[in-house]
């Protein structure tokens, strides 16, 4: 099992130190519009020399999946971008979360919503299997979106696209904040692939009192053996904060 967490650039060089295996970035650092940018951007990530396997916040806000104002030429081309670049770094699995993108607007015809949802990861799903990259749908709680909100939804999604490249992001902190039973993990079994992380109050791994056993042992039930990366609200002292973290899931975790 190997253990990563969502930083930014400027932050790579601590990751290995902390006792991660590998980082998680935003897909935002890829999208510099200038080659020349992306080239020095390209160039200070690899020259970190830490595997980037996972990559998150696929969409801002402003480009809409679900509404009225959905241009899927411009997402279709963005996406070419961005999973390509990913591709040229290595990455090997997209948490596609984008609350903001795909929330429902008041008064949208609720049923259309969805069928433009389910459109866009079957478009996700085609990008995947195209760059050799696991997309995997992340639900997020009532505070964040207004659509794919438990485990159980995202599965439905996740069934519906019906592809080896669309699969489930497991998130702890999005399960505590919506009272989500660790049992409905049992539901999804194998279509999970990636897990995200954090403790009370989105802080790091370790740092509270969310019930890690119970949730390790229900993983370890349904066989998960994939990536675990921690997505949170770091403190003042990062370095020593990633070092306890890193330290906790391997032990929580063995």
Known sequence: ???????????????????FDFAELQVKTLIPEALEEW???????VQSDIPIQGFNVLLPGYLRIVGPDVQ???LDKYLDVVFARMSELGGKYLSFGSGSARRIPDGFDRTKGQSQLRDFIAMLGGK???????????????????????????????QAADVPSIRILADL???????????????VGNRVAYV??????????????????????TLKEVGYDGPVSVECSWGTNLETEMKLAANFLRNVFR
Do not use: W
């Open 173 to 187: 902190y999005h399960m505590m904040e919506e009272s989500e039973p660790f049992s409905d993990l049992r539901v």
């Open 72 to 74: 899927t030429q411009v």
């Open 128 to 158: 995947g299997l195209k760059y050799g990259i696991t997309v995997n749908v992340e639900f997020l709680n009532r505070k964040e979106t207004n659509v794919i909100m438990s485990l159980l939804e995202a599965d439905e999604y996740v």
């Open 39 to 45: 080239a020095q951007v390209r160039h200070s990530i």
């Open 196 to 217: 995200h992380v954090a403790d009370t109050g989105r802080r790091y791994p370790g740092s509270g009192t969310y019930p890690y056993q119970e949730f390790v042992r």
């Open 1 to 19: 099992m190997l253990f990563g967490c969502c930083v930014n650039v400027e932050s790579l060089s601590m990751v290995r130190n902390a006792g």
